[in-house]
């Protein structure tokens, strides 16, 4: 059997590409393993304190969507729309923001920006629990409507609402590239 030029190229190709490391596994998915060492509020819930791996979401839609795990990744804890949040500098490590608190309260999380990222994603609460947190922060917090299934977050309205709990611009919230 003869072999010519162009068949051993698409070979060579063929198996350099099956035998090519994985190595930005964890950049597309921003894979992050989080340990906290008390409550924080997140949309929906407060998580205890613990370890947790945050993901995101591989979907289609143009919508960002976190996913939080336990430590070993076997069951969903949580899942959190976000929308972007753009900052100049660049960090090396993980980032988490929390929204100000009372001092009976636990921290919400406010942002959370992966390193090597000039954009980060900022949380979005469902209503009545950004209403709280709004109010107790003093400052304006992303809400939604509606339910917090994952399917059902690629459609969900989101605004923000200010401490009277009344609907704001996300751009009263969310600081954009343009800033």
């Not at 035998?19 to 819930?45: N, Y």
């Not at 992303?142 to 709990?165: C, F, I, Q, W």
């Amino acid at each position: 059997m003869f072999i010519n030029r162009s068949q051993t190229l698409l070979c060579a190709a063929l198996l350099a590409t099956s035998m090519a490391p994985r190595i930005f596994a964890d950049e597309a998915d921003k894979k992050t393993d989080v340990t906290i060492s008390g409550p924080i509020e997140v949309p929906g819930r407060v998580l205890p304190e613990g370890s947790y791996v945050f993901k995101l979401l591989d979907s289609q839609s143009d919508r960002n969507i976190l996913e939080i795990f336990d430590k070993n990744e076997q069951h969903l804890v949580t899942t959190v729309l976000a929308v972007p949040n753009y900052k100049l500098r660049t960090a090396s490590k993980p980032i988490i923001t929390f929204e100000e608190r009372a001092a009976d309260s636990p921290e919400a999380i406010k942002a959370f920006f992966y390193p090597g990222d000039n954009y980060g994603l900022q949380f979005v609460y469902p209503h009545d629990q950004a209403v709280k947190i709004a109010k107790r922060a003093n400052q304006n917090v992303l809400a939604m409507r509606g339910s917090t299934n994952g399917h059902d977050m690629k459609s969900a309205e989101v605004t923000g609402v200010n401490p009277s709990g009344e609907s704001v611009p996300i751009s009263g919230v969310v600081q954009s590239k343009q800033q």
